[in-house]
């Protein structure tokens, strides 16, 4: 026959500390000092101070002068941004398009439209990672609308931004 449970003794002395484990492997080494930037404006010191005519084709049209070139030392993260604003009586839609090396891909999720106003300001801003080496980004349009663009009037101008990490 078994008798009741005793009383829990008291607890033992702790083992030895075990091993130390492995160093893990080193990470890669972040972004250092201040982005680079580069920028692309409508200017009046521009070709024909700066003006253009639209293409009313609603075909898919660069920008003039909205045509940044950069070049990334490390992948990196970038920030793109863009403005273009100019009298419309109709509508617009604006979008970017990145190069990589001679191929060239809209940007999905960059369309802005702006519709059915005298006067439209499209801008957006994009963010991603981008790999090493040499990088080109543009602006595009598309209208059925005829306009002249002359960044000379207070309310017309036109902008694109490149911020990258890769230092």
Do not use: C
Request: aromatic share 8%; no cysteine.
């Amino acid at each position: 026959m078994i008798g009741p449970q005793g009383a829990t003794g008291p607890q033992g002395a702790a083992g030895p500390q075990g091993l130390q484990g492995l160093v893990g492997p080193t990470g890669p080494q972040g972004p250092a000092g201040m982005p680079q930037i580069v920028s692309a404006v409508g200017a009046v010191t521009s070709p024909n101070n700066g003006k253009w005519n639209s293409n009313s084709d609603n075909s898919w049209h660069s920008v003039p002068e909205l045509d940044v070139s950069w070049t990334m030392v490390n992948a990196g993260p970038v920030a793109i941004s863009f403005n273009l604003s100019v009298p419309m009586n109709g509508s617009i839609v604006t979008r970017l398009k990145l190069f990589a090396g001679a191929t060239a891909t809209a940007v999905a999720g960059t369309n802005v439209v702006v519709g059915n106003t005298a006067y439209a300001a499209n801008v957006g801003t994009y963010y991603t990672t981008l790999p090493a080496g040499s990088h080109r980004v543009i602006l595009e349009y598309r209208t059925n609308s005829g306009f002249l663009f002359d960044p000379g009037v207070d309310y017309e101008s036109s902008r694109l931004q490149v911020m990258s990490f890769d230092q």
